[in-house]
């Protein structure tokens, strides 16, 4: 009846058979993958949140398919104040990082051809490739003492469908960051393959994309 796209198999696991069985329990617990971060005791400017929900402009619908222009305005006005200059009209605002990913899944690949994205990471990312028809494979990072991109397994999991690499900077769940050596070697090799590749920066890092050009922005604030 419905799309193969669909046809996700979710078996449980040991891990999540006893955290069920904890939840039943009433047993207190402490969820080191908790990554919601309303939930993760962060302070927030409260006041400010909800007085900006009473501003009039709400209650005026003006859609914009890139968001609203005084949004984009603000974020490149962020960036501005820390040494990048970006043009409001070349920000895309969405309403969530699985939505950037879908728009990205789209414009780069066409279905059945390949994305790539390390292993360990976000496990969302297969279901948001199946749900576009993309074919998700895996590369791996390696632990010798720190983490680090397995790039000889790397470039062996490229074929000639692949067509973008994701990188999660810092890496979730292993809170690893891209080195700058490695970001200069997956960009020659994004260049050699004509791939792209996406690195999402969390925190206060910018989130950007180069289309093989090898180019890419990086804000350590």
Excluded at 29 to 53: H, K, V
Excluded at 86 to 113: M, Q
Aim: glycine letters at 6%; proline letters at 7%.
């Amino acid at each position: 009846m419905f799309s193969s796209r669909l046809n996700w198999t979710l078996p449980r696991n040991r891990l999540s058979a006893l955290l069920s069985e904890k939840r039943l329990t009433n047993t207190r617990l402490l969820d080191l993958t908790e990554s919601n971060p309303t939930r993760a005791g962060l302070a927030y400017p409260g006041a400010e949140i909800l007085a900006s929900l009473t501003d009039e402009r709400a209650l005026h619908y003006d859609p914009s398919p890139r968001g609203p222009a005084h949004a984009r305005e603000a974020v490149a006005g962020y960036y501005r104040d820390r040494g990048l200059s970006i043009d409001p009209n070349r920000v895309l605002l969405t309403a969530s990082t699985s939505e950037a990913y879908a728009y990205l899944f789209k414009l780069l690949a066409n279905p059945g051809d390949e994305i790539l994205a390390p292993r360990p990471s976000y496990p969302l990312f297969e279901f948001l490739a199946g749900l576009e028809s993309v074919h998700m494979r895996q590369y791996p990072l390696r632990y010798d003492g720190v983490w680090h991109v397995d790039f000889d397994a790397l470039e062996q999991t490229i074929t000639p469908r692949t067509r973008a690499i994701v990188v999660v900077n810092p890496n979730n769940p292993t809170g690893s960051f891209l080195k700058h050596a490695e970001l200069g070697r997956l960009e020659a090799l994004a260049v050699r393959h004509g791939l792209a590749h996406k690195n999402t920066y969390y925190w206060r890092r910018s989130f950007s994309s180069s289309l093989g050009d090898g180019s890419c922005t990086q804000s350590d604030d």
